[in-house]
Every structure is written in C-alpha cells, then in structure tokens.
T-cell receptor, first 114, second 114 residues
Framework: GIQVEQSPPDLILQEGANSTLRCNFS?????LQWFHQNPWGQLINLFY???GTKQNGRLSATTVATERYSLLYISSSQTTDSGVYFC????????????????FGEGTQLTVNP | NAGVTQTPKFQVLKTGQSMTLQCAQD?????MSWYRQDPGMGLRLIHY???????DQGEVPNGYNVSRSTTEDFPLRLLSAAPSQTSVYFC?????????????FGPGTRLTVT
C-alpha cells in the first residue's frame, strides 16, 4: 500500500515562532487532507488540498502532487496550536465496488511553550 | 447539527466479549468510516461505507464487522474482543463524489480489553 511519512516526528516551539511540517507520500493520490488532533483527542480538518496552496489565518498548506509531498506552515505559533498534526492521502480501493480510502501518516507532535 | 456522535465514550471489556460501537451523523453524508488509533501512531482504516447497504474493508478489518442499513448510522461490532483491540476508535463521515470531501470526526471511543 501507499506509504505516508511525516517529519519531524516531534517539534517544540516558543510562542510566536514559525514552523513547517512535511508530508511525503510514495505514490500518486487523488487528494490530501491535513488534520489537527488537540490534546483532548478531537480531530479537526484543517485543509483539503489535492494541489496548490491554501491559507486559513496563520496556517497555510501547499501540496505538490507531482513531487509527492505537502507542507503545512504555522506562523506566529500559539499555545493552542499544540497537539498532533496528521496528513492523510486519498486513494481509491482496488475492487470494482471499492470507494476511496484515507491513509494517515504517523503525525507530528507539536508543543508550543508560552 | 450534532455532527458525528459516538457512543460510548469509554468501555472496558473482558477478552471474548462482544460489543457494538455506535456512530451516527446528521449531515446526510454518504461516506462513513471507522479508524483505530494506537499510541504514537496515526489512524488506521478498519471499514468504510460509500452509502447505505455498501461496505468495504480497510487496512485492519480482522475482528470487526460493520453494516450500513441507513445513511445516518454506521455501527462497528467487535465479535470476540482481544487485548490487541485495545485502542481509541474514531468514526468519520463526509460527502463523496469522485473524491472524498472534508472529513468530520466523532469524539472517539476509548476501548480497553482485559
């Protein structure tokens, strides 16, 4: 199956710092999504980004599908940004009736200190 | 909208017991899925459904059954619980077309099998 690798696995920042998280994938994909899992375990969709660049406040994401990677930028980090950031890639299943499936990376654990 | 709801939030089972994790969504989403998350790992797809009456296996389906009799509900059944099924289980839903759209996750069910 497809491999999804995220880096770095852990990141510790001071409040106000900027950071870049990377997601590499081993094969072509139909779509890519970024998620944030807060310290209480809730998963929130951040970006739905098969290609190109999107921005939402202090966060932005870029996916270069032809080179099989995506980047998540966090600017002026805040303590509330702490948690785990996952990327997930979408591919269609192999059977005739199969639908799309998401494969997740192992995540980047971000800690933002005040 | 309640979004995606999961019950129970916590559950302890003995080895060999069976149980059903409930998942419901009120957004009229066609696509629903179940994931498990083990410590320090990303989410792994157990089963998914592209609509009522249609289900398919994901990456780790063994020991789990699903059915989708209505658009709103997608229960996950553990047939004979094993300690290896100790995990946090997440249900998700989304619209789907040629690709999946933004995934909405439930709050999760923390399951311990002793």
């Amino acid at each position: 199956g497809i491999q999804v690798e995220q880096s770095p696995p852990d990141l510790i920042l001071q409040e106000g710092a900027n950071s870049t998280l990377r997601c590499n994938f081993s094969d072509s994909v139909n779509n890519l999504q970024w998620f944030h899992q807060n310290p209480w375990g809730q998963l929130i969709n951040l970006f739905y980004i098969p290609s190109g660049t999107k921005q939402n406040g202090r966060l932005s994401a870029t996916t270069v599908a032809t080179e099989r990677y995506s980047l998540l930028y966090i600017s002026s980090s805040q303590t509330t940004d702490s948690g785990v950031y996952f990327c997930a890639v979408e591919r269609r299943g192999e059977g005739e009736t199969s639908g799309s499936r998401l494969t997740f990376g192992e995540g980047t654990q971000l800690t933002v200190n005040p | 909208n309640a979004g995606v709801t999961q019950t129970p939030k916590f559950q302890v089972l003995k080895t060999g017991q069976s149980m059903t994790l409930q998942c419901a969504q009120d957004m009229n989403h066609e696509y629903m899925s179940w994931y498990r998350q083990d410590p320090g790992m990303g989410l792994r797809l157990i089963h998914y459904s592209v609509g009522a009456g249609i289900t398919d296996q994901g990456e780790v389906p063994n020991g789990y059954n699903v059915s989708r009799s209505t658009t709103e509900d997608f229960p996950l059944r553990l047939l004979s619980a094993a300690p290896s099924q100790t995990s946090v289980y997440f249900c998700a839903s989304s619209y789907t077309g040629t690709v999946l759209y933004e995934q909405y996750f439930g709050p999760g069910t923390r399951l311990t099998v002793t």
